[in-house]
């Protein structure tokens, strides 16, 4: 190490290659270190001088393997950030005290609950790499107990599927019909493609608990009989590997599989496809339809059914709310993906069954077998 970047927050390093043996390496070692080295102090030194509006700016160009839709939602928050007192304070008088003064000014200044959550575990993870990357001596913000999470958002009711798939099966008849009066009609028949690739999205959706990223990047050859692989993500329009990075498994219900394979039959004896991607444009299904764009389906489809708020996360959390409430909290956790139980007991706590019922019985007993006669 030769000394610290402060505009990148980052070491900087040089290699030497010395040809001999170990008493000549040893002394070239010495004396390269005479030389070029940096002592960690007086990196410690520079890096404390540094702002913690310095340090998010370091932070985002890092080398991170964060996803593209990561890297924008950072960037957003740094960007809510700009001009806050926080920003200008130096990281080395970064205290406990001082992060959770600001988060009470954010509070009072009427930001949400979700917005003060995502300041903070973006400047918490900062921090933690300024520290893991010998930057800083310590965390300052180690151990500090952050502001509350955000609630997860409500799930899509039993009735509220069968809502929307009702209102998706019936626009899907009514562009059938309009279709059938005028075979020829291009824009009818694209209306009928699109009609039908709702109705199949949310039966998808609603079955399988893939978030819109993994749903907008599924193709045809991703099922096999009713087998779904779900191994690639959009993430802010570019086509990558799923949030966790790893490629999971589900087995869907024999009715939402025959409904995909019916649909793609259909189509294709009509219009030869070019690709086999599930959700498209165009029966020729030569792109992949964006996340955005299904959400924004899934909306006016909400709008149409009388289902408020509907959107594809909230099915997700329907098939995650109905098996951590049948206990299976490890097939939840395998079927949405997480990377970590922890992480789907997190979020899905409200629904784990209670299991105190032995508990309560022993205290009725307990109870019950009072005499009151003795404090009458």
């Known amino acids: 190490m030769v000394g610290f970047d402060p505009g990148r927050g980052r070491s900087i390093q040089r290699s030497f290659t010395v040809h001999g043996d170990a008493a000549q390496a040893g002394k070239a070692r010495r004396d390269l270190v005479a030389r070029y080295a940096a002592p960690r102090s007086d990196m410690w030194h520079t890096a404390s001088v540094v702002t913690v509006g310095e340090l998010l700016d370091s932070y985002l160009g890092s080398a991170q393997l964060w996803k593209p839709a990561t890297v924008a939602s950072h960037r957003h928050v740094v960007s809510t950030l700009v001009g806050d007192p926080l920003c200008r304070c130096r990281v080395q008088s970064l205290?406990?005290?001082?992060?959770?003064?600001?988060?009470?000014?954010?509070?009072?200044?009427?930001?949400?609950?979700?917005k003060v959550s995502a300041r903070w575990l973006l400047l918490r993870g900062a921090v933690s790499w300024a520290a893991a990357?010998?930057?800083?001596?310590?965390?300052?913000?180690?151990?500090?107990?952050?502001?509350?999470?955000?609630?997860?958002r409500r799930h899509h009711s039993l009735d509220e599927v069968g809502r929307l798939l009702a209102a998706a099966d019936e626009a899907a008849a009514l562009a059938q019909d309009a279709f059938q009066r005028r075979p020829g009609c291009t824009a009818r028949a694209r209306r009928l493609f699109a009609a039908e690739q709702l109705l199949v999205l949310v039966r998808l959706a609603a079955d399988c608990g893939a978030r819109r990223g993994e749903l907008a990047a599924l193709r045809l050859s991703d099922l096999d009989g009713?087998?779904?692989?779900?191994?690639?993500?959009?993430?802010?329009?570019?086509?990558?590997?799923?949030?966790?990075?790893?490629?999971r498994r589900v087995t869907l219900g024999s009715g939402t599989?025959?409904?995909?394979g019916r649909h793609f039959q259909t189509w294709a004896a009509q219009v030869e496809p070019?690709?086999?991607?599930?959700?498209?444009?165009?029966?020729?299904?030569s792109a992949h339809m964006t996340a955005d764009a299904l959400s924004r389906r899934v909306t006016r489809l909400g709008k149409a059914s009388g289902v408020e708020h509907a959107a594809l996360h909230r099915l997700r959390h329907g098939v995650a709310t109905y098996l951590v409430d049948q206990g299976q909290l490890l097939k939840a956790q395998a079927r949405l993906g997480h990377r970590d139980p922890a992480t789907t007991l997190r979020h899905y706590s409200h629904a784990v069954p209670p299991d105190d019922t032995d508990v309560a019985d022993e205290l009725h007993r307990?109870?019950?077998?009072?005499?009151?006669?003795d404090h009458s």
Not at 140 to 148: D, F, S, Y
Not at 257 to 260: D, L, S, V
Not at 366 to 373: A, H, K, Q, T
Request: net charge positive; charged share 20%; hydrophobic share 35%.
């Open 366 to 373: 307990r109870l019950n077998g009072l005499d009151l006669s």
């Open 257 to 260: 599989a025959g409904m995909i």
């Open 274 to 285: 070019e690709q086999d991607w599930l959700f498209s444009p165009s029966p020729r299904r």
């Open 133 to 152: 990357e010998g930057f800083l001596r310590l965390n300052p913000l180690a151990g500090m107990r952050g502001p509350p999470r955000p609630q997860p």
């Open 95 to 114: 205290t406990p005290a001082v992060m959770r003064t600001a988060i009470c000014r954010w509070r009072d200044a009427g930001v949400s609950v979700p």
């Open 226 to 247: 009713r087998v779904l692989t779900i191994e690639r993500s959009l993430s802010c329009g570019v086509l990558g590997l799923t949030k966790s990075g790893r490629t």
